[in-house]
């Protein structure tokens, strides 16, 4: 086992990795969007720089700062401002910085000199690595060079590495974690009843599910959401928020809906991308109430833009008369999406994954990493109510303190984390 696991290193998980997209701070939040909506991944970097904090610094220059920036990042800056709300198109013209200054420690990298910079971080040992996952406040992966002779870097040089993606490749080696895999997520101390970010299927997005979603990306799980008995019946997942076609639509609903039509709301932006109307009624009618019909005229501008585009593009096709063009069903056209190793996905609010208390550590993996989710919701096995979430963060501890006894001192490097 110590020869086959403690011998591996991080460049053995980069392979077909593709590069991180990094944006300039002035950006504007716009551009941005555009870049989320076109990326591989459901996450730009945003780099910045600080002035030298003592002489040593400004002998070897200064150091860089990259801020790791996603649609529900961008969606909790906007609808945690009153002056953001009260005119959302001059906040999207914002430069992207103002998100990321917003974002915290979870999307801060550490500041690394740029003579640092171009050392390999490649031969970092694999467990290094999650010690440096496990230890450092905020740090949901690795940034990790491509290329391990270049002279130059840049954040667009590497990749990243995730918590999941280090858990999918231990899950490879399940055998080796024999007792502990067996045992229950209950019996490990693996179930958080603290940490659970949950709100009623009754409670409004701004006050009550926003705070909680911003929380939710910091510790890389979801908003779970309740009936009144408390139990589970969806969730408000970061990473699917990605996959919604537009985040003007997405911010109107938090603005104006309950958590579950703002479940259904984006099931319908990612599914079938058409919002029923009766929620279309609903949003401008509570925005109008709210004093905030800024953002219902946003939502109108991005449908009349997606209807012009959409009937432009079918007009020129050889094929506008089919009955079933995106025109015909007066839907939009879906956005073609690149396959990636996050977390996220076109699935609905609903396909929530959830095990008991007495699942064992093998089979809530599994569960994980099958839906491409960073955790898994724990439920009372009689009556279904939310007891607590698993998080490979923490799956990832009890990996680490079984493999410490035959683990030897190993030569640490520094990385970037993200």
């Known amino acids: 086992m110590a020869a086959t696991l403690l011998s591996h290193v991080v460049s053995d998980l980069c392979i077909g990795r593709p590069r991180v997209l990094t944006l300039p701070p002035s950006t504007p939040i716009t551009a941005a969007l555009a870049a989320l909506r076109a990326g591989a991944d459901p996450f730009v970097f945003v780099d910045d720089a600080e002035p030298a904090a003592s002489s040593y610094r400004a002998k070897r220059g200064p150091a860089t700062v990259y801020a790791k920036v996603t649609v529900a990042d961008i969606l909790c800056y906007l609808c945690g401002d009153a002056g953001n709300l009260k005119d959302p198109s001059a906040a999207l013209r914002r430069p992207v910085s103002d998100v990321a200054a917003a974002v915290g420690p979870h999307g801060v990298t550490h500041r690394v000199d740029p003579q640092t910079r171009c050392l390999s971080f490649l031969n970092l040992w694999l467990l290094d690595a999650i010690d440096v996952l496990l230890t450092d406040d905020g740090c949901q992966g690795l940034l990790v060079p491509l290329h391990a002779r270049a002279r130059k870097r840049t954040s667009s040089d590497c990749c990243v590495l995730t918590r999941d993606d280090i858990v999918r490749h231990l899950f490879g080696s399940i055998s080796h974690f024999s007792p502990i895999a067996a045992l229950t997520v209950a ?67 938090f603005a104006a809906l309950s958590a579950g039509n703002i479940m259904t709301f984006i099931d319908c932006s990612v ?82 994954v959830a095990c008991h208390p007495g699942s064992s550590l093998v089979a809530v993996m599994a569960q994980a990493l099958a839906h491409r989710v960073g955790y898994v919701w724990v439920v009372d096995e009689t009556s279904g109510a939310l007891v607590g979430v698993v998080r490979f963060a923490d799956v990832l501890a009890v990996l680490r303190e079984h493999l410490r006894p035959q683990s030897q001192v190993l030569c640490r490097k520094s990385v970037i984390c993200v």
């Not at 940490?195 to 779970?224: C, E, K, N, Q, W």
């Not at 109430?289 to 432009?312: H, K, N, Q, R």
């Not at 073609?336 to 996220?344: A, D, I, T, V, Y």
């Open 187 to 253: 019996s490990l101390g693996l179930v958080r009843g603290d940490d659970v970010h949950a709100v009623r299927a009754h409670d409004y997005g701004l006050a009550d599910v926003i705070p909680l979603l911003r929380r939710a990306v910091s510790d890389a799980t979801a908003v779970a959401v309740v009936s009144d008995e408390a139990e589970l019946v969806g969730e408000i997942c970061p990473g699917v928020l990605a996959s919604c076609d537009d985040v003007e639509s997405v911010l109107a609903a």
């Open 271 to 352: 599914m079938s991308h058409t919002p029923p109307d009766f929620l279309v009624r609903a949003i401008r009618a509570r925005l109008k109430d709210s004093g905030l019909d800024a953002i219902a005229e946003l939502m109108d501008t991005v449908e009349d833009a997606s209807v012009s585009v959409t009937m432009s593009s079918s007009t020129s096709s050889s094929n506008s008369e089919d009955e079933d063009s995106p025109s015909r069903r007066g839907g939009r056209r879906r956005r073609p999406r690149r396959m990636s190793s996050g977390s996220f996905g076109c699935r609905s609010t609903e396909d929530v």
